[in-house]
T-cell receptor, first 113, second 113 residues
């Protein structure tokens, strides 16, 4: 079956703009998580959604937000972009809360100029 | 704060050499443990996982890991590496099955043919 799909794969924005990234989980998976990957900080947890509700949140400013739709697809939004937001944003899905390993997508690479 | 430490940042081995990558975590409660691999240009893939039971777990491609609770460690091993094992390896901990994975900084493995 298809894996986790993220769009867009690459994007370039300028400081102050906002961006929306999309994630379609593996069919049947109801939990979606988002991670930020940078060379300096590594992989850091942003948030997790299950049944359209945010279940867990990492230590990121309020400019980072997300949501999940009834079909389990998820979006994350970053407003007022800063240079430091340049990163690979990874989406991961799993069957449900508290159930096993995460399956990752290929990521959306955001460059902020 | 909870953290995961990978001792080796960059490892270079010749084919057929044995591999051991160290991983230690700081969390006193129940943990789920993972090793993920990221091959060049590909997404994160699960190598192996430990939830409970036998502390010696076997994963894909001949990898195994041993959970030593008293040492808060989950080291990854492979008896004989291949050139195709060249990749970045990430240890991750899920404290109390929250789904919020805490990743180590990663180890880049370069295998010389």
């Amino acid at each position: 079956k298809a894996g986790v799909t993220q769009t867009p794969r690459y994007l370039i924005k300028t400081r102050g703009q906002q961006v929306t990234l999309s994630c379609s989980p593996i069919s049947g998976h109801r939990s979606v998580s988002w991670y930020q990957q940078t060379p300096g900080q590594g992989l850091q947890f942003l948030f997790e959604y299950f049944s359209e509700t945010q279940r867990n949140k990492g230590n990121f400013p309020g400019r980072f937000s997300g949501r999940q739709f009834s079909n389990s697809r998820s979006e994350m939004n970053v407003s007022t972009l800063e240079l430091g937001d340049s990163a690979l944003y990874l989406c991961a899905s799993r069957l449900a809360e508290n159930t096993g390993e995460l399956f990752f997508g290929e990521g959306s690479r955001l460059t902020v100029l | 704060a909870q953290s995961v430490s990978q001792h080796n940042h960059h490892v270079i081995l010749s084919e057929a050499a044995s591999l051991e990558l160290g991983c230690n975590y700081s969390y006193g409660g129940t943990v789920n443990l993972f090793w993920y691999v990221q091959y060049p240009g590909q997404h994160l893939q699960l190598l192996l996982k430990y939830f409970s039971g036998d502390p010696l777990v076997k994963g894909i491609k001949g990898f195994e890991a041993e959970f030593i609770k008293s040492k808060f460690s989950f080291n990854l091993r492979k008896p004989s590496v291949q050139w195709s094992d060249t990749a970045e390896y990430f240890c991750a901990v899920d404290p109390s099955n929250t789904g919020k994975l805490i990743f180590g900084q990663g180890t880049t493995l370069q295998v010389k043919p």
